[in-house]
């Protein structure tokens, strides 16, 4: 057994694939094709549910699984008014890995997972959380930095590593994410003692990509600092921060939060109303861009390790390269 093979063993014990490398649920990107070409090649394929009905979901499970017989998981919004429905259809198709994103787990929904058989996977942005995920009995915890395209919190991703790592990596696997784009970074996240690692940006230009080639232009176009976090312009509407590249759409988004919190303000809309009604503009803003190619008015998110990826390959090449850079970076 190689020395990576070693640090990635924990982890790929509990994901059940060969290589301790999850792909990040990037919605209306992380579907079935893409999901099982990163499980055939050997990674973690998950499936990103984002606003999908159950109905929706069941379908792109059942889809996915006649793609690949390997391990794939999916991702769930916790603040989804169906999340309990979502489970129950993740339940259904046995469904062996459940990440939870989007803030802290509703009341029951871990138990309900556990009643499925799944694994629960959560991210922990601060240590007091991946303490408190830890005693609720989470299975898994994944460390992401601001560096990650999508919903990001305020700290990096080599922060949280050397703050979080060192405390709960022997308790459960623990997976880094967030601007990681080479094999020499894997290796030192899991020399740091992470249990595999976690990339969204570095496979949205793979073939199997269903995104639209003026999408993945986009990505090849960019770097680092095109990939921007996104202005709270009112501090009562908590608006989780979105890391994408600069364009029109970034601006349209601004006026978004405003009209919103107009609605706050004259009793339209509740909190909870008003936090999903950005998650709607955000889906559907995101799939001008990925589906439509709408690159200028629609949503480009990004990882700053987008300025990384410079051409399209296959998922197979992807992780190929991942394994010998991170072998290589070992053995140095």
Known sequence: MSNLETLMRRGTDFLGCETAIMCGAMSWVSERNLVSAISNAGGFGVIACGAMTPELLDT???????????????????MHPQLMDLIATCGKHNVGHIVLAGGLPPKGSL?????????VICFAPATALAKKFIRSGVDALVIEGMEAGG?????????????????????????????????????????????GVQLGTRFVCAHESIAHPDFKKAFMRGNARDAVASVQIDPRLPVIPVRALKNKGTEEFTAKQREVANKLDAGEVDMGEAQLEIE??????????????????????????????????????IIAALISEAET???R
């Open 151 to 195: 919903h990001i919190g305020p700290v990096a991703t080599s922060v949280l590593a050397q703050e979080i790592l060192p405390i709960v990596a022997d308790q459960v696997p623990t997976f880094v994410a967030g601007g990681i784009a080479t094999g020499d970074m894997i290796a030192a996240y899991l020399e740091m003692g992470a249990s």
């Open 329 to 331: 970076a070992l053995a």
């Open 60 to 78: 792109e499970i059942a889809e996915t699984k006649k793609l690949t017989d390997k391990p794939f998981g999916v991702n769930l919004i916790t």
């Open 111 to 119: 138990e309900a997972i556990k009643e499925t058989g799944a694994k």
């Open 280 to 317: 709607h503009y955000w889906a559907g803003a995101l799939r001008r861009a990925v589906i439509d190619g709408d690159v200028e008015n629609g949503s480009l998110m990004a990882g700053q390790s987008v300025g990384m990826v410079k051409a399209e390959e296959s998922v197979a090449e």
